[in-house]
């Protein structure tokens, strides 16, 4: 299958070189050429199949050409059995037709370690046929960098960098990712902020050249095709489980850079009978005011208790846009270049084409944490930060009860404490019993001023 750019100016690519291509060389994301799709009886078929076996059929349409099939049952082995629940996925019950999907099994107890195990494991494979290796960097300002290292840690083929600003990140933050002691990992806490870190990554993108002789960079950020393809997967299993597709189903999601969500979208235009998808925002919420009131503009950043949905522009989102659009590149073009000033407009079509499927929703701090106490107080289920905004959406957005609702639970409530004290008073969520000595383990990390050549010289010396 070959891969095209939302901006139709790139050169079309194998799925391959796509994935060890950030963005496309016209400033645009690389979306397959043409989707799979899978008849009624064939996703009935599917009914009971274990969470890999399902996983093998939705990708292998992805990758054929690439990769052989009894390889990619590898891959996806390798992926998932560093999750702690034999289900992968499993789902609870919190209300009538109402389920929360709880993505946060692996290791890092965050939905993020769906894509990132897997993509570890694919580029460790394509990278191996290929006898290369490439260097993974990466900023974060906490909570995503160790879903990042996780995946990486066992791969051959790549020396990851994570850098995360010094003193400003939590305990348990920083010891998820200085505790991993590989010796192709490496943190960096820089003497700075998030901006400082992330700024160092993007001018290492754009010239690469302090890289050792034949070492490229790799993004493993939200953008690469691989991590969205991997999450279409536990759509499916959700509504397999409710039903489907003899019956439909409906998400709600928590969302930040429209990864998560746009897979949902993938798994409707593949053939699962999806009724409603809700785009759930925190107070950050330039993909609410666009779906609901044309305003796609930028606002400054707001600093929430759900820190991994605090984003001014989605970036995926250009993604849907290329579709809502027909698929014409130009046109996504002239709506980037509108959008340089801070704010673009949707075409009439293009907006009531989205709303067919989506809703959305905004829910700021306050109305989280009620949220949290509500759902705890009538059920003894206790949601993370981003999980309840999900889950206020569902119950206020939903178009029929009759449908089975599943809240896509992103991450376990003991990652995000400080949310949960403040909702129920003295309630400690316990980390995980794998994690129970995470505060014993040795940590290992370089700090280093916020100097570019002083990180990008540690980056080449520690390139194996
Ligand atoms: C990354 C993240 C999100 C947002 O997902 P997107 O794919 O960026 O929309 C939501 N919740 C948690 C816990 C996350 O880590």
């Known amino acids: 299958m070959k891969y095209i750019s939302t901006r139709g100016q790139a050169p079309a690519l194998s799925f391959e070189e796509a994935i060890l291509t950030g963005l496309a060389s016209d400033g645009g994301l690389y979306v397959p050429e043409s989707l799979p799709s899978f008849s009624k ?10 969470y890999q076996e399902l996983a093998f059929k939705i990708i292998e349409p992805f990758v054929a050409g690439d990769i052989p099939s009894e390889d990619l049952k590898g891959i996806i082995e390798r992926a998932y059995s560093s999750f702690r629940h034999e289900a992968i996925a499993p789902m609870v019950q919190t209300a009538h037709n109402e ?12 939905f993020k370690d769906f894509a990132l195990q897997f993509l570890g494991q694919l580029l460790d494979y394509v990278l191996n046929k290929r006898q290369q290796k490439v260097v993974v960097m990466g900023a974060t300002s ?19 960098f994570i850098l995360h600003p010094h003193q400003r990140v ?14 192709n990992v490496h943190n960096i806490a820089l003497k700075g902020n998030f901006d400082d870190c992330q700024n160092m990554v993007k001018a290492s993108f754009a010239d ?8 490229q960079l790799v993004a493993v950020n939200s953008i690469n095709w691989a991590r969205i393809m991997a999450q279409i997967v536990y759509y499916f299993y959700a509504g397999l489980a409710l039903g489907a597709p003899h019956k439909d189903v409906a998400f709600s999601v928590p969302t930040g850079n429209f990864g998560d969500i746009f897979a949902g979208y993938l798994a409707s235009k593949m053939g699962l009978p999806v009724d409603q998808l809700i785009v759930a925002t925190n107070s950050n919420d330039i993909l609410h005011r666009c779906l609901s009131s044309n305003d796609h503009s930028k606002k400054e950043l707001e600093h929430t208790l759900s820190p991994s949905m605090d984003i001014m522009v989605s970036s995926n989102f250009e993604r849907l846009l290329f579709d809502l659009y027909g698929r014409d590149g130009a046109a996504i073009q002239q709506l980037m270049d509108d959008f340089k000033s801070g704010s673009m407009t949707l075409s009439d079509e293009a907006l009531s084409k989205a709303s067919e499927l989506f809703s959305s929703y905004r829910l700021d701090d306050d109305g989280m944490i009620e949220t949290i106490a509500k759902v705890y107080d009538s059920t003894e289920y206790l949601l ?6 999900g889950l206020a959406a569902a119950r206020c957005e939903r178009r029929r009860q009759d449908i089975p609702m599943v809240c896509l639970a992103t991450a376990h409530p003991a990652k995000f404490p400080e949310a949960v004290e ?16 995470l505060f014993e383990r ?13 990180v990008q010289s540690f980056v080449q010396k520690h390139s194996r």
Request: charged share 20%; net charge negative.
């Open 41 to 50: 009886e064939e996703i009935a078929s599917w009914a009971g199949l274990s």
């Open 99 to 110: 389920w929360v999907l709880e993505l946060f099994q692996g290791p890092t107890l965050a």
């Open 142 to 160: 906490g909570d995503t960098g160790s879903a990042a290292i996780e995946g990486c840690r066992r791969c051959q083929h790549i020396d990851i």
């Open 170 to 183: 939590s305990d348990v933050q920083r010891r998820q990712m200085t505790t991993v002691l590989s010796d």
């Open 208 to 215: 690469q050249s302090f890289l050792p002789e034949g070492r």
């Open 384 to 389: 993370d930060p981003h999980t309840a905004i």
């Open 422 to 437: 403040k909702a129920i008073a003295g309630m400690q969520p316990p980390l995980p019993h794998h994690m129970n000595d």
């Open 442 to 454: 040795e940590e290992r990390y370089e700090v280093l001023s916020n100097d570019m050549g002083l």
